[in-house]
């Protein structure tokens, strides 16, 4: 586990980057410009997180996801890609490059099918009918 000292604004969002595996002086450069893009300061994490709503979904666009998912799933995915070495701050970026989108797109991992909503057509219930005099003789019978 890693110690990182908290002493303002800087320190979290460098943390944050951190995470992401940016380098040290990589994050310490890129906070100084996120901390002027931030609305919301009483939350960095999801200020930060909420910076990342609108490239997660342009990249993850073919997928149903909340903001939450796609944000989570396109950290990920920035992570399995190296991206941090890569790409750096493009992580934050709208208008990201098709070659950045598709690299991350090869790291989702799927654990079940996409689902699709379509309309379903009535099915017609048929009445259940009795066993019928031959069944009910044969078990008649055969039991007594």
Same mark, same amino acid.
Request: charged share 20%; hydrophobic share 50%.
């Given at each position: 586990?890693?110690a990182?000292?908290?002493?303002?604004?800087?320190?979290? %969002?460098?943390? !944050?980057? #951190?995470?992401? /595996?940016?380098?040290?002086k990589?994050?310490? /450069?890129?906070?100084?410009?996120?901390? =002027?893009?931030?609305?919301?300061?009483?939350n960095?994490?999801?200020?930060?997180?909420g &910076?990342?709503? #609108?490239?997660? #979904?342009?990249?993850?666009? @073919? !997928?149903i &996801?909340?903001?939450?998912?796609?944000?989570?799933?396109?950290?990920?995915?920035?992570?399995?890609? =190296? =991206?941090? #070495?890569?790409?750096? +701050?493009?992580?934050?970026?709208?208008?990201?490059? +098709?070659? $950045?989108?598709?690299? &991350?797109?090869?790291? %989702?991992? %799927?654990?079940?099918?996409?689902?699709? %909503?379509?309309?379903?057509?009535?099915?017609?219930?048929?009445?259940?009918? @009795?066993? @019928? $005099?031959?069944?009910?003789?044969?078990?008649?019978?055969?039991? =007594?």
């Amino acid at each position: 586990m890693v110690a990182v000292n908290i002493q303002s604004v800087d320190d979290i %969002i460098a943390a !944050y980057l #951190k995470y992401l /595996k940016f380098s040290d002086k990589q994050a310490r /450069k890129l906070a100084a410009i996120l901390k =002027g893009q931030l609305v919301n300061q009483d939350n960095i994490v999801d200020a930060l997180d909420g &910076l990342l709503v #609108k490239p997660a #979904k342009k990249v993850l666009s @073919g !997928y149903i &996801l909340t903001d939450a998912q796609a944000v989570a799933l396109y950290k990920f995915c920035f992570l399995q890609a =190296g =991206g941090a #070495k890569k790409w750096g +701050a493009m992580l934050f970026d709208e208008n990201s490059s +098709a070659a $950045f989108a598709e690299a &991350l797109r090869k790291e %989702i991992i %799927i654990n079940a099918p996409v689902y699709t %909503i379509s309309h379903m057509e009535a099915q017609k219930i048929e009445p259940v009918l @009795g066993h @019928g $005099f031959w069944h009910n003789w044969w078990h008649h019978h055969k039991n =007594g």
